[in-house]
Each structure stands twice: as C-alpha cells, then as structure tokens.
C-alpha cells in the first residue's frame, strides 16, 4: 500500500464522502494547520492498517472500544 502523507485538505474531493468534504472545509474556515495521509488501496479496516498509516504520521495507535449492557445504558 502506497502512503501519501499531504499538508491541509486535497485539491480536488472527487468522489470522497460529504462528511469528509465538510471536515476538511471546516479545518480550513478555522485556520487550523493538519495532515493527511492518502491511502487508496486500502480503507484502513484493520490495526495492521492503522499502524502503517500512523507511522507514516507520527502518530500512536489508539483503539477504542464502546460497551454497553443489553439495555444500551
């Protein structure tokens, strides 16, 4: 899988989701500065994924886990 670590939002959104499209936008109406790792081979499903892609940015592996009981409480 080829890694494409990018500064700020893409240049063109192509065909990538509405709610990432609005992510982006947000981050750039705020000023704030990030980065992006591009990875279009793969979509990041498991934490072999993950941790190529967050060696690439420098960043610690987090895993989260939501429980709840048979009543959702």
């Not at 990875?39 to 592996?61: G, K, R, Y």
Request: hydrophobic letters at 30%.
């Amino acid at each position: 899988m080829e890694l494409i670590l990018e500064k700020g939002s893409p240049e063109s959104f192509g065909d990538r989701p509405e709610k990432e499209q609005r992510c982006y936008r947000l981050l750039d109406e705020l000023g704030l500065e990030y980065w992006r790792c591009d990875h279009p081979e793969a979509n990041a499903n498991t934490m072999e994924d993950c941790l190529e892609i967050d060696s690439i940015l420098n960043a610690a592996v987090c895993k989260n886990l939501f429980l709840c009981n048979r009543q959702k409480t």
